[in-house]
């Protein structure tokens, strides 16, 4: 996992300065990569990661046999606004929505654009079939039991590893697998809280979440997210100034809905201000090794000196959502988290945590995360284009730093609920805003995933979505 500042990426920068001047106009083809290294004086390798690196940001195109061209910008709408504070905790209820949400994902008459679950075009589906063939292969007798909590030796060792990279420094023996980050983040809670407490999250935030909170009983206090900065440190003071929060849940690394990256500054002020009102934040990072940009961002849990960062995450949204494989770096009581996670499933299933351990020790995840990055910057400016030309002049899209979903924000006029309903008898299926709120609110936005087969399927999903507005 590389960090900011490398050589690649700083000449990436300079051509992208090059090509903002017109020094490069749109539609020219850049010197070849040769030349390039020579007037910059950095290798060939080099200068075609920073090309490479400009393909994903949507800048340039390579064309086969023809070179690196310039891209046309990207078509720009304003970002959705920044939400109102919640006014006080509230009970989760109605999450039961959901399910007919996701279970749309099955139909095939269905263009599913709702449920973040990336289609398998984004996922090395021929390389985890290999690692799955081999465990069984060579060791098939362990495959067939339990492999009770913790979870596999090897898998923990290879993401403690990862997590060291992260400037997250935990032994194997810290790192407790899970079936999926929700689990993780389900148990973090359980520890953590009890029925009636206040759980501090961001508002938009995923309905997952909610539908944790939702069975654990507990109340949710939504504090503003902006779709640049992230969630509202000012709020969030005020928050804990007036309310006993147990705890805070927050996806800082492109954040679902809105996609957004919180400056490292930002997020070393976030632990801070929880460290001096001893507040523990559940971290969910399922995201952070998808920027559609740049290098994989640390998370918060890199700053965490006193254990009260509980870290989770999960292949789900880069691998498989099939695998069923996450983990945790409980804070501050692994034994209790390890009888937790027992007690809820018993175990997670032997072969994928085989399967994802030999994918990390192989090197291929590395490999696999280089080339889905730039499946998925492809992904997004295609569906912003799409929809800032088939949509409304005044809806506002969100910008993603990472991951691979759209957050809009319709004219105050349109219920995205009752669009919803309407959507599916079409054929279309999204995820309307409300689900993203403990108070229902953004009735006037929605979710799309980008992570799709781009066909005319989708091309005609989309038009009879606009044509419902």
């Known amino acids: 996992m590389g960090y900011p500042n490398k050589r690649y990426e700083q000449l990436a920068d300079q051509l992208q300065t090059l090509i903002r001047d017109q020094v490069y106009p749109v539609g020219s083809r850049l010197p070849g990569v040769r030349k390039l290294g020579e007037q910059h004086g950095v290798s060939v390798a080099t200068v075609v990661s920073a090309c490479r690196e400009l393909e994903q940001r949507g800048v340039l195109e390579a064309r086969p046999r023809s070179g690196f061209f310039v891209c046309p910008p990207l078509a720009r709408r304003d970002a959705p606004s920044l939400p109102r504070a919640g006014r006080r905790p ?19 008459a269905v263009v599913n654009l709702g449920a973040a679950v990336a289609d398998p075009d984004f996922q090395p589906v021929a390389h985890m079939e290999r690692a799955f063939r081999t465990v069984l292969r060579e060791q098939r007798r362990r495959c067939v039991g339990y492999e009770f909590p913790p979870g596999a030796p090897e898998l923990r060792a290879g993401l403690a590893r990862r997590l060291a990279a992260l400037r997250c420094p935990v032994s194997p023996d810290q790192v407790l697998i899970t079936n999926s980050c ?4 389900a148990i973090a809670l359980r520890m953590l809280t009890r029925p009636g407490d206040t759980v501090a999250i961001e508002s938009p935030t995923y309905y997952g979440l909610l539908q944790v909170i939702e069975s654990l009983g507990l109340k949710a206090l939504e504090i503003p997210t902006d779709p640049i900065q992230g969630l509202s440190l000012e709020a969030l003071t005020l928050a804990l100034e007036r309310w006993p929060v147990a705890a805070c849940v927050m996806v800082p690394n492109f954040s679902n809905p809105l996609g957004t990256r919180m400056p490292d500054s930002r997020k070393q002020a976030l632990l801070r201000l929880l460290t ?12 952070g090794d998808l920027p559609l940009s740049g290098t994989r961002p640390l998370p918060i849990k890199a700053w965490d000196r006193d254990g009260l960062v509980y870290y989770c995450s999960s292949c789900s949204k880069t691998l498989s959502a099939g695998m069923r494989v996450g983990w945790l770096v409980p804070g501050r009581d692994f034994q209790r988290a390890q009888y937790l996670q027992f007690i809820n499933t018993v175990s997670v299933a032997t072969p994928s945590q085989l399967a994802l351990a030999h994918f990390l020790e192989k090197g291929h995840y590395d490999r696999y995360l280089r080339r889905v990055r730039s499946l998925h910057a492809k992904a997004v400016a295609r569906m912003t284009d799409r929809v800032t030309e088939l949509f409304p002049t005044e809806t506002r899209v969100s910008r993603p730093e990472g991951g691979f979903v759209l957050w809009l924000e319709l004219p105050g006029r349109v219920n995205t609920t009752e669009l919803a309903e309407r959507a599916l008898d079409a054929g279309v299926n999204f995820a309307p805003g409300a689900l993203f709120s403990a108070s229902g609110k953004f009735d006037h936005c929605l979710r799309l995933n980008c992570a799709v087969r781009w066909d005319s399927r989708v091309e005609r999903a989309l038009a009879r979505l606009a044509a419902l507005l």
């Open 90 to 108: 509230r009970p989760v209820t109605g999450q039961e929505r959901v399910l007919r949400m996701v279970q749309a994902v099955n139909d095939p």
């Open 182 to 185: 929700q689990e993780s983040v």
């Open 276 to 287: 001096d009102h001893d507040v523990p934040l559940v971290e969910d990072d399922i995201y």
